[in-house]
């Protein structure tokens, strides 16, 4: 890929991060790829943090949660890596070890009172280093009708994030559902254990280095062949 192919960085957007670079449909490794696109050549870019201001209620909820936070004995700065205001949306960056204060914060406050947490979601990306495991929290403010989100990154190494159950308990089945699928241990939820796979699944099956095929099928006998030979091109 050379420099001219590079992806072109937003309006506002301080810088981009390309975490990875994938070729062909599925970026398989190690096998043929049967997609018939095996030249594809896809960035997989992140927006880096946007600059202030962020534009309309944006700035309001931004200028309140720092407020609110020092109040608290918080630092903005301590509690938040960056702030990615992308494609209409807002995204905080939080630093797990900041994760229950700060959404607390923005369930309490009267300015923020985002009451609702539709739930969370497990994102992979092995080739973020130390930043391999992403989980992502939809939040609404019933009280002030404005949607944000929240992500949160750990390591594959130590793949540890606080629950949010007692804040949110709509979390509960989602973290579940999160660690059954990518590993992410949720420390404090009241009943981890595996929602959609058996209880004795081996492994993580939504994680990127999960393999694609060849697991053998429990109630037939059979097995899943692995990508490069379930067809072929002549």
Known sequence: MTSDQLPVV????????????????????GSGDTSGFGGLIDPRVLPAASLPPYGGWFDEISEELELSLTARGIPMSSAVEKVVVDRGEITFFVRRDQLFAFASTLRDEPGLRFEFCSGVNGVHYPNDI???LHAVYHLLSITHNRRIRIEVAAPDADPHIPSLV???????WHERETWDFF???????PHLTRIEMPDDWPGHPQRKDYPLGGIPVEYKGA????????????
Do not use: K, M, W
């Open 166 to 172: 007692a804040l949110y308990p709509t979390n509960d």
């Open 183 to 189: 590993g992410i241990i949720f420390d404090g939820h």
């Open 10 to 29: 937003p309006e506002g957007v301080s810088s981009i991060d390309i975490i990875d670079v994938q070729h062909g449909a599925f970026g398989i490794n």
């Open 130 to 132: 130390g930043r391999e």
């Open 223 to 234: 097995t899943i062949p692995p990508p490069d030979q379930r067809r072929a091109y002549n």
